[in-house]
């Protein structure tokens, strides 16, 4: 079992519908969760950080963390052609340690339908 | 404007040869990585530094090589390329090497090795 999973997509989405991106990880005691996005050819750029159970919003864009059932989710409300791209779940797997830990799942392909 | 600048953007490097990827940021984080990122597979770490002085091995060291001789800069080595080098390198920086501490991106080196 790979210690981050994604759905690779690709996921289609219309514009102005709610995106939703699933992220599961193998370690209960993960400590750190994050979401990047990555346009095709560029870098990661981190779009959301949370670290409890729980909703953690920033504008358009919601975190759920379910350390319970192990997984972490990425919202995006009101979608737009931009936020067509691929999406990392990056989590650090165990307690006490760094980012040197820190394990990306291979990303899901976003694409918004105008 | 504050970041981390790659070079080169490309290249392409016969088996055999050595080549340096640089990697200099601005931001002041003590913290520096390189990871590679290959189709299906995702970011995976080679070798990552907390802080000026010292460096360890990722997920994927073998083959390469790192130093950190002051904040800033933090070059990757492969001392003999071989075609599974091929790859997109991403340079990344935290302020610290916590697993609270997010990741920022430079742009990449993509790498040919033929």
Known sequence: QKEVEQNSGPLSV????????????????????FWYRQYSGKSPELIMSIYSN????????????????????????????????????????????GNEKLTFGTGTRLTIIP | IAGITQAPTSQILAAGRRMTLRCTQDMRHNA????????????RLIHYSNTAGTTGKGEVPDGYSVSRANTDDFPLTLASAVPSQT??????????????????????????VT
């Open chain 1, 14 to 33: 219309p514009e102005g519908a709610i995106a939703s991106l699933n992220c599961t990880y193998s370690d209960r005691g993960s400590q750190s969760f």
């Open chain 1, 54 to 97: 729980g909703d953690k919003e920033d504008g358009r864009f919601t975190a759920q963390l379910n350390k319970a059932s192990q997984y972490v989710s990425l919202l995006i409300r009101d979608s737009q052609p931009s936020d067509s791209a691929t999406y990392l779940c990056a989590v650090t797997p165990l307690t006490n340690f």
């Open chain 2, 32 to 43: 520096m990585y390189w990871y590679r990122q290959d189709l299906g597979l995702g970011l």
């Open chain 2, 87 to 112: 790859s997109v390198y991403f340079c990344a920086s935290s302020e610290t090497g916590g697993s609270n501490s997010p990741l920022h991106f430079g742009n990449g080196t993509r790498l040919t």
